[in-house]
């Protein structure tokens, strides 16, 4: 279990890199083509037409890499938890975590589907580079699958939490000291 745990935390610390970097570098392109269209403007010597294409694929990934990447660490700003301290024990709040839970992986879920949908039925490609429309929409059913494997660790610790409370304690990571 012990290595299980291990080699997901790996597979976790590269998925988070990834997801980083890719938001790191979408927010890049962006910032540089915005930067660009308004030197153009003050020192007009050519025409950008073609940006339009790359700042739609760029605000896609990094809208839904981005999401992706919040929803692992459960960043996402919330209203707070007003109703979880109703819960009575550690069995009760870590049985209202597993039903919420449940209901964001539903709605991962759903996400997953008609992202998946819409990436699948595109057909056209953007006007300047050809770049086909299903490159632009596939951040959106990768992003779901990420946020689906989260929210299933997500659900998996809250049963555990439910039904063992004091065993989420024994699956925290531990840092590794070598």
């Not at 779901?144 to 494997?149: D, F, G, P, R, V």
């Amino acid at each position: 279990m012990k290595k299980l745990i291990r080699a997901l935390g790996k597979v976790d610390a590269v998925v988070t890199a990834v997801l980083k970097w890719l938001t790191i570098a979408f927010f890049l392109a962006i910032a540089v083509i915005v930067t660009a269209t308004i030197l153009l403007r003050i020192f007009p010597f050519t025409s950008l037409h073609w940006t339009d294409e790359i700042v739609e694929l760029c605000f896609a990934g990094l809208v839904f890499f981005g999401s992706a990447g919040v929803w692992m660490v459960k960043g996402h700003f919330s209203v707070g938890d007003w109703i979880g301290k109703f819960a009575k024990g550690e069995r009760g709040k870590n049985g209202y975590r597993l039903l919420l839970e449940l209901i964001t992986l539903g709605f991962a879920i759903v996400f997953f589907k008609y992202s998946l949908s819409l990436a699948l039925r595109a057909r056209e490609a953007t006007s300047v580079f050809q770049i086909p429309k299903k490159l632009i929409y596939s951040c959106m059913p990768i992003s779901s699958l990420i946020m689906i494997a989260y929210s299933l660790i997500f659900v998996v610790r809250g049963i555990i939490g439910t039904i063992r409370p004091e065993a989420l304690k024994e699956l925290e990571p531990k840092a590794d000291i070598d």
